[in-house]
């Protein structure tokens, strides 16, 4: 099973990309970011056209998650628990299938939360503590399961060109590195670090100041896999090549081949 994820930064902006690259890749089930739109606005004729099944968590104009499964998915459930007043689209889950069992998959956006300090970064730093707890109740299922999508989180200095451009931002800031690694701490696999544990490479690349030009980016979308995912992970990688296409998003597909 090949598995991966994508902030596509607004799915009509990305409509034309996004098929190209399904064909191209073929990933057996896809977490989607930013599709910036309601679900009835999300192109899903378009996309089951392709052989997908879709499930949509939308938004008007921002954020917004989204599943793409080849096969049917079950068990949907839509927003993270632990905040009934959060009305912010950030967080899809669903069983899909695989050739050798099964694997609950829950795509998230994680909130960016600059600037930092303030009300945004304190939304943030809550907003994964609650992602803490329920990927604490999804390992005590002790079943294979990842969590993937845009964690906004630069995870060592290793993972940013720069880092010492990032040290103030909510993405590198020292509370959010820590709010990550307590979530690693309870078993998870970070997919990509553990098959390249000393490369340098990014996901994300700013539209401004030429930073695709001058590789100026950094890791922010992850893949973390349960311990009975970890035991099946045969490989990982980025598709940083659809940076350089035509109407880019500012983020790549970052993808993990799994024995399912």
Not at 14 to 36: F, G, T, V, Y
Not at 66 to 73: D, M, T
Not at 95 to 106: A, I, K, M, P, Y
Not at 205 to 217: C, H, L, P, S, T
Request: glycine share 8%; net charge negative; hydrophobic share 40%.
């Amino acid at each position: 099973m090949k598995i991966a994820t994508w902030n596509v930064n607004g799915i009509k902006a990305r409509i034309h990309a996004l098929p190209d690259w399904l064909q191209a890749a073929a990933p057996d089930a896809l977490a989607l970011q930013e599709i910036k739109t309601l679900d009835e606005g999300f192109p899903r004729a378009e996309i089951e056209a392709l052989g997908y099944h879709v499930e949509t968590f939308g938004q008007k104009s921002f954020n917004g998650v989204a599943i793409l499964s080849k096969k049917p998915v079950t068990g949907v459930v839509r927003g993270l628990p632990g905040d009934p007043e959060d009305e912010q689209a950030r967080w899809i889950e669903a069983t899909v299938s695989g050739e050798r069992g099964d694997l609950r998959f829950c795509a998230l956006y994680l909130p960016n939360g600059d600037p930092s300090p303030g009300p945004k970064y304190a939304y943030k730093l809550a907003w994964m503590e609650r992602l803490r707890q329920r990927a604490a109740d999804l390992l005590r299922e002790e079943r294979p399961v990842a969590l993937l999508g845009d964690f906004n989180v630069i995870p060592q200095d290793l993972d940013a060109a720069h880092p010492e451009d990032w040290r103030e931002s909510a993405l590198g800031r020292p509370e959010s590195r820590a709010a990550f690694r307590r979530i690693l701490n309870q078993g998870w696999l970070e997919s990509w670090r553990a098959v390249h544990p000393r490369e340098p490479e990014y996901s994300y690349w700013d539209f401004q100041r030429r930073a695709w030009e001058k590789n100026d980016g950094i890791r922010i979308d992850h893949i973390l896999l349960s311990p009975q995912a970890a035991d099946r992970l045969r490989g990982a990688g980025i598709d940083r090549d659809l940076r350089d296409g035509a109407k880019p998003s500012d983020h790549v597909p970052v993808w993990a081949y799994l024995a399912l």
